[in-house]
């Protein structure tokens, strides 16, 4: 692979692997969280050998892949928005091209997919991608082709992903597949199938790859990341089966924490997600006994109310999510805490609603994801439950959080007032080009003037300023780190 520098469409300059004397070119996007985008760039991969390159000109694409999430129906009609566009273009532009549905939806939907929406050739579901070369030539040959059987091996540990539209600093790694959680209101566990942990060899090739070709942040990524546990391939609920051996060599996530950051100890480590009943204190210890493991835990609740997390099938309390928090601060005092809220579950009355105002009081997160609660065909909550808080109680309580969370942000990220801060240069800002943006070790955005410095540099910035979400300040000179 070698790199050429392209230019989307803001002008700004990225880095793209492409493959040389491939003749075919893939479009290729995604949508929903973070595990799609790396994803997309493990698809990238199997197509680069496929002879496709990517572009990012929808008008000259022979094949058009869209990665597409089912976490809330909003999410689903983004991407039924987006085939009606490809259909403008086939009509008007192009039409030869052929277009593949990959992700949640093509799993939740199947043949569906097929019936309902004439322009799509391909279905391929979250474990089928090392399948693409056999669907592609069926749809060479003019035929619609689908797999959306779901494995519980395939963790694509083997494939080395395509970069797509990378800073060159900061990259993604996943780190298991799947949720066992069944948390009542979530399509995942039903779309991305049974947990599975990947061999942390080919995570730690990664990652050194990585450290070689300039990287310098990585996140290691999975639906529940705490859950991490190697003992030589298999489920986890299997690993009671396992040989002493097994048992005894097994790698749990605070493990394969540890081993990252010495692997790679001016390599910065996030991750990313962690559902509060499986974080362990190790894994918070961890994090302080290591510099190069960023001081962020997203940790999303959901809801304040005893009631609802339990009709939630969150295995937890608040008290004990509570006292989680406590922990954390007290082990790491700086770590920024980020979380995931939905208001409107099924049966939320005010009282909940309450609860979940006072324990966001009780925790002042740094920032957070809040949604309104989406029902989703199929889940639990979806075939027991009523949706029954009405929409207009959903979208005030939704902008009381908001407003909620922009006070406590704004309280937080002014505690970094008159600090200095190590930033990582990722990026132009967005507001001006005469600034760098990147991020703390806490994951808050810093802007600054250039300077002399550049994209990948660890700068001391001390801050001087800051709006509700991002510091401003002026850079002092490199950190020890670069
Ligand atoms: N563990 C996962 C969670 C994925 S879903 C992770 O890696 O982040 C991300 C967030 O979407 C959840 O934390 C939840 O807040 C929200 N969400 C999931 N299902 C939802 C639904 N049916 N309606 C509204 N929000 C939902
Ligand atoms: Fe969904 Fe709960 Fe897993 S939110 S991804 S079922 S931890």
């Known amino acids: 692979m070698e790199k050429t520098i392209d230019e989307n469409k803001q002008g700004q300059s990225l880095v793209i692997d492409k493959k040389e004397g491939n ?44 990665n597409t999430c089912s976490i809330r129906d909003k999410a689903e009609q983004t991407v039924r928005k987006r085939l009606e566009k490809y259909n403008a273009v086939k009509r008007d532009h192009n039409p030869n091209m052929k277009v593949g549905v990959l992700g949640c939806m093509a799993e939740r939907l199947k043949t569906k997919f097929l019936e309902e929406e004439k322009i799509v050739d391909l279905v391929v579901g979250p474990d089928a991608y090392k399948d693409l070369p056999n669907l592609l030539a069926e749809v060479d040959e003019g035929r619609d082709a689908i797999n959306v059987i779901l494995s519980k091996e395939e963790t694509y540990g083997d494939i080395s992903p395509v970069r797509l539209n990378t800073n060159g600093v900061s990259a993604f790694v996943s780190i298991t597949r799947g949720c066992d959680n069944m948390c009542t209101f979530c399509v995942v566990p039903f779309t991305r199938g049974r947990e599975r942990s990947r061999d942390p060899q080919s995570i730690i090739e990664e ?60 390599m910065r480590i996030r991750f990313s997600t962690s559902n ?55 082990i790491i005092p700086n770590c920024t805490i980020s979380q995931d809220m939905i208001v409107g579950f099924p049966t939320e009355t005010e009282d909940d609603f309450q609860d979940t105002i006072s324990l966001m009081k009780y925790v002042k997160y740094n920032f957070g994801y809040m949604y309104k609660y989406s029902e989703r065909p199929g889940t639990m909550a979806g075939r027991n439950m009523k949706d029954d808080v009405p929409e207009d109680t959903k979208k005030r309580r939704l902008q009381d959080i908001v407003d909620l969370q922009r006070i406590h942000s704004e309280i937080k990220t002014k505690e970094w007032l008159g600090k200095t801060v190590e930033v990582l240069i990722e990026k132009e800002s967005k507001k001006s080009d005469q600034q760098w943006s990147g991020r703390t070790s806490e994951s ?17 910035v001390k801050v001087t300023n800051c709006t509700s979400a991002t510091l401003i300040g002026e850079a002092v000179g490199f950190s020890q780190n670069t």
């Open 444 to 460: 808050i955005v810093c802007v600054f003037p250039k300077g002399h410095y550049k994209v990948g540099d660890f700068v001391n």
């Open 23 to 66: 003749k075919r070119k893939l479009f290729i996007e995604s949508y929903g969280c973070a595990m799609n985008f790396s994803d997309s760039e493990i698809v990238a991969s199997i197509m680069a050998n496929q002879g496709f390159n990517t572009t990012q000109n929808l008008e000259e694409a022979d094949l058009v892949l869209v």
């Open 207 to 266: 990652v050194n790859d990585l450290w070689s070709r300039g990287y310098k942040d990585i996140t290691l990524l999975g639906q529940n990341v705490d859950s991490y546990l190697w003992y030589g391939g298999g489920l986890k609920k299997d690993f009671e089966k396992a040989s002493d051996m097994q048992k005894a060599t097994s790698v749990n996530f605070s493990n394969l924490l540890e081993i990252c950051a010495k692997a790679q100890p001016k």
């Open 276 to 330: 509060p009943q499986d974080l362990t204190l190790d894994v918070v210890k961890t994090m302080a006994k290591y510099q190069n493991i960023c001081n962020h835990i997203h940790l999303p609740v959901q809801s304040g109310s005893n009631r609802i997390l339990k009709e939630m099938n969150r295995l937890h309390t608040r008290e004990e999510y509570m006292e989680l928090i406590d922990n954390i601060r007290e």
